[in-house]
């Protein structure tokens, strides 16, 4: 298993421009979600979905949206990108997102918006 | 408010001694309690994870203990070595199926 992947692993972009960050599993999980972490801070939850077909927003949703169509992949688009958005994000997958499931993190794609 | 609480902030220790990381928590109502290792530059992976009704649990050289009633975790490592250097990230879900992030421990094992 590939576990959980994630592209780019670095990304620069200007302000306003939009991009896509990919993110996949291979270990047919239901749950994923997206966090950022910036310096000094815990990771905080962007978006997340407990399946295909459905997702719902974290504590820092703004700016970001989120589409689940298949159980493996769950991209994150920026809409528009400003300097606030410059972080490394993190994507993650468990088997089922409650109770005591293991989390499995991506290696992050570090963001830069100038 | 839900919070987690990490201490120490830093810590360098020299390779081959023992150390302890706290967290504390007002998570509720409480469902379980992970510890995570962040190498610099990765993603964090899990160390372990304890219900409401585990007291202790190991992987390896790394053990982490839970009290419920107070509310406090910690993490021992035992004979450190140059890889354990990273990140160590305390994580509380809740019954609701949040996960609360505390800001981690940054961890530097000296030769």
């Known amino acids: 298993n590939a576990g959980v992947t994630q592209t780019p692993k670095f990304q620069v972009l200007k302000t306003g421009q939009s991009m896509t960050l990919q993110c996949a599993q291979d270990?047919?999980?239901?749950?994923m979600s997206w966090y950022r972490q910036d310096p000094g801070m815990g990771l905080r939850l962007i978006h997340y979905s407990v399946g295909a077909g459905i997702t719902d927003q974290g504590e820092v949703p703004n700016g970001y949206n989120v589409s689940r169509s298949t159980t493996e992949d769950f991209p994150l688009r920026l809409l528009s990108a400003a300097p606030s958005q410059t972080s490394v994000y993190f994507c993650?997958?468990?088997?089922?997102?409650?109770?005591?499931?293991?989390?499995?993190f991506g290696p992050g794609t570090r963001l830069t918006v100038l | 408010k839900n919070q987690v609480e990490q201490s120490p902030q830093s810590l360098i220790i020299l390779e081959g001694k023992n150390c302890t990381l706290q967290?504390?928590?007002?998570?509720?109502?409480?469902?379980?309690l992970r510890w995570y290792k962040q190498d610099t530059g990765r993603g964090p992976v899990s160390l372990t994870i304890m219900t409401f009704s585990e007291n202790t649990k190991s992987n390896g050289r790394y053990t982490a203990t839970l009290d419920a009633d107070t509310k406090q975790s910690s993490l021992h490592i035992t004979a450190s070595q140059l890889s354990d250097s990273a990140s160590y990230i305390c994580v509380v879900g809740s019954t609701l199926g949040r996960l609360y992030f505390g800001r981690g421990t940054q961890l530097t094992v000296w030769p």
């Open positions: 967290c504390n928590y007002t998570v509720s109502p409480f469902s379980n």
């Open positions: 993650a997958s468990s088997l089922a997102g409650q109770g005591a499931d293991t989390q499995y």
């Open positions: 270990m047919n999980h239901e749950y």
